[in-house]
């Protein structure tokens, strides 16, 4: 089981960027994709962005693509979310997510993983 804490939330103007970070806690972290998902008021929650567990591929929601960037280092167990160019729609609570399953392949569902954080608060205001 791999604990989350996710930071780096906050309210930044349309356009401008924050960074995410989520510190994990476990020994199971460097083995298991790792992802960040969102929900709005009032929808429900959508995948943002996941990163396999060795780091070599990475996985976007189409409305992000361009402007997000997941990245991982296994020696701090860490995962963070660059995101730039943000928008009013970018506005939701960010959640940490890691993967129930070891050593995947490929792109992976939100049923595929199963350690969540806590979530962190990003408001994008226009």
């Known amino acids: 089981q791999v604990q989350l804490v996710e930071s780096g939330g906050g309210l930044v103007q349309a356009g401008g960027s924050l960074r995410l970070s989520c510190a994990a806690s476990g020994r199971t972290f460097s083995s298991v994709a790792m992802g960040w998902f969102r929900q709005a008021p009032g929808k429900e929650r959508e995948f943002v962005a996941h990163?396999?567990?060795?780091?070599?591929?990475?996985y976007y929601a189409d409305s992000v693509k361009g402007r997000f960037t997941i990245s991982r280092d296994n020696a701090k167990n860490t995962v963070d979310l660059q995101m730039n160019s943000l928008k009013s729609a970018d506005t939701a609570i960010y959640y940490c997510?890691?993967?129930?399953?070891?050593?995947?392949?490929?792109?992976?569902?939100?049923?595929?993983?199963?350690?969540w954080g806590q979530g962190t608060q990003v408001a994008v205001s226009s």
């Open positions: 997510a890691a993967a129930k399953t070891a050593y995947t392949l490929g792109q992976l569902a939100s049923g595929d993983f199963g350690s």
């Open positions: 990163i396999t567990w060795s780091g070599r591929r990475t």
